[in-house]
């Protein structure tokens, strides 16, 4: 079929063609006339604790959805106005999608990130250690803000550890991914020792108890008594000086012609006692954990 | 069911996929249940049958007549029961699609990558341990926010984690909105394992289908790739989930 314009039905053709392309351009403009109705913009940045505001274009009524970390809401808004966000609808760090539906629906998604930092967990270990150990008090500091979100770029912590007034160490850590943390190795002298992590003036302080580590030199005397003998250490204490604490078990060991025996004695006030039943010469030694003392001979007649 | 079948899960309802569950778990238990009494009817007969058997020779050694009764009802039974059976064995299997199609689309993928955490190395039993427990997070995490369970958040979520993901279902719950988290693939890594191995903090490159529904009406539906960070520290005998923390990027 060939297209004229010179019949005279050609005119009427034409003008349906002309109508039906009206109708389609009027359609065509309507939707997107919708679509453009109800657009929304979400801001660029966000701190939790803060209220934002979503901007929408547009006219008329809509459902207005706020789904986030911690929230989900729904409420009704007039388009072209600007939606306000409640700071406390905003509290929690994370992607949050705002959806406006009236017709159709429209979202927009945004990030809201964490406030300062307010308060730091400092995570201490062990609560008791032994002195002059490698690796053995180590520290983890993650830094929150005031509504529990995990800070990842919360700077430098200092981290301090002071036993008595002696500075063991005092180290600047850059946080990585919201996470600072050291190792360092046990003190010499047995007592409390002070944790303190800290960024700007925001501080955690914790404490380890430092306590003196395995017996060193042990030295035992002895003398018979009308029953057997009497053996008892000099005051213990270990490689550093530090006395080991009471409690500590000690072990003696007395050899004699009938043949072995061992008494185990806590260690009281500094010094561990015991009272052995042998008769004849007898050879009597003393260890403690992995430490091993000095052999004590004492002969028949003593 | 075919049509179920056929109609992609995003399209049905989640009041609708919460009554197939149902109907699902109620078929198969009442279908183990009637093959379970068959069973032991069958014994039960097998041992009837045994026994007047049995008697019938006897007597028929006494009598020297043979018994017709007997026959006629172990012949009976031989032919009812497979039939029975043939017929519970599709109801199973009918139970059992019903029971998979919902769940069909809510699989949680986990990879996890721990060779980069530090200073402490993860010992794959420990890996196996907080691989399995983060997905049990989010399995967990999914079914709260769709059907709006805040009692499935409270094993493997705690602290902060927790206290948002409850205060997300109550919110929900008051809009009659509930979320979905299909598809769910996780790319995990380890970034960092304490000395003492009392925290973990995991990156995880998550991909999933995000649908938000309000009363049952689709209002959004988007495939997502989130970035969060996750902080999970050892319990009693499992990890938990202590921070759930989506950002930008890492």
Not at chain 2, 16 to 29: C, D, E, G, H, K
Request: hydrophobic share 45%.
């Amino acid at each position: 079929m060939s297209w004229s314009t010179n019949t005279a039905w050609a005119n009427r053709r034409m003008r349906l063609l002309f109508h039906a392309c009206l109708g389609i351009a009027a359609v065509v403009g309507v939707a997107s006339g919708v679509c453009a109705a109800q657009d929304l913009r979400a801001p660029s940045a966000v701190t939790a604790g803060e209220p934002a505001t979503i901007s929408t274009t547009g006219g008329g009524k809509a459902t207005f959805y706020l789904v986030g970390p911690g929230v989900s809401n729904k409420s009704d808004v007039s388009l072209g106005n600007g939606i306000p966000l409640r700071a406390q609808d905003l509290r929690a760090a994370g992607q949050y999608f705002a959806i406006l539906c009236s017709d159709i629906c429209h979202s927009a998604s945004f990030y809201v990130s964490p406030a300062r930092p307010a308060d730091l967990a400092f995570l201490v270990h062990p609560s008791r250690v032994p002195v002059a150990q490698s690796d053995a008090v180590s520290g983890v500091a993650l830094a929150f803000d005031p509504f529990g979100n995990l800070v990842l770029d919360s700077g430098t912590v200092d981290f301090q550890l002071t036993a008595g007034k002696a500075s063991l160490l005092s180290q600047s850590v850059p946080a990585h991914d919201g996470i600072a943390w050291f190792r360092t190795t046990s003190g010499k002298t047995a007592g409390p020792l002070q944790v303190v992590a800290s960024i700007g003036e925001l501080s955690a302080r914790r404490n380890v108890q430092e306590v003196a580590s395995e017996p060193c030199n042990l030295r035992i005397t002895g003398q018979r008594t009308k029953d057997g003998l009497v053996v008892e250490t000099e005051p213990v204490h270990d490689c550093g000086g530090n006395p080991v604490p009471d409690g500590t078990i000690v072990s003696f060991t007395a050899t004699d012609a009938s043949g072995k025996s061992t008494v185990d004695a806590p260690i009281k006030r500094g010094v561990a006692r015991a009272e052995i039943a042998a008769s004849g010469p007898v050879v009597v030694s003393v260890a403690s954990g992995v430490a091993m003392g000095n052999e004590l001979r004492i002969g028949g007649g003593q | 069911m075919i049509a179920l079948a056929t109609l992609p899960i995003t399209m049905i309802p989640a009041s609708l996929l919460t009554a197939m569950n149902t109907v699902a778990m109620a078929m198969i238990s009442l279908t183990l249940t009637v093959i379970t009494l068959i069973v032991i009817t069958k014994i039960s007969v097998a041992t009837i049958s045994v026994t007047t058997v049995a008697m019938t020779v006897s007597s028929a050694r006494r009598r020297r007549v043979p018994s017709i009764g007997s026959s006629i009802r172990s012949h009976a039974s031989s032919r009812i029961t497979p039939r029975i059976i043939s017929r519970m064995t599709a109801l199973l299997a009918a139970s059992l699609f019903l029971f998979c199609v919902p769940r069909s689309k809510a699989a949680v993928n986990v990879d996890m990558n721990v060779r980069h955490a530090g200073p402490r190395a993860v010992e794959a039993l420990t890996e196996r341990g907080i691989l399995r427990d983060y997905r049990i997070a989010w399995i967990s995490l999914a079914h709260a926010l769709e059907f709006n369970a805040a009692d499935a958040l409270s094993g493997p979520f705690v602290s902060t984690a927790r206290d948002t993901l409850m205060s997300d279902v109550s919110s929900q719950q008051r809009f009659d909105l509930s979320t979905r988290y299909l598809n769910q693939n996780h790319k995990v890594e380890a970034v960092y394992y304490a000395p003492e191995g009392d925290v973990i903090e995991l990156h995880d490159e998550a991909d999933y289908q995000l649908q938000i529904l309000d009363g049952g009406k689709l209002i959004h539906d988007e495939h997502v790739v989130m970035h969060y960070v996750v902080l999970m520290t050892p319990a009693a005998d499992h990890w938990v989930v202590r921070q759930l923390q989506a950002v930008p990027r890492f």
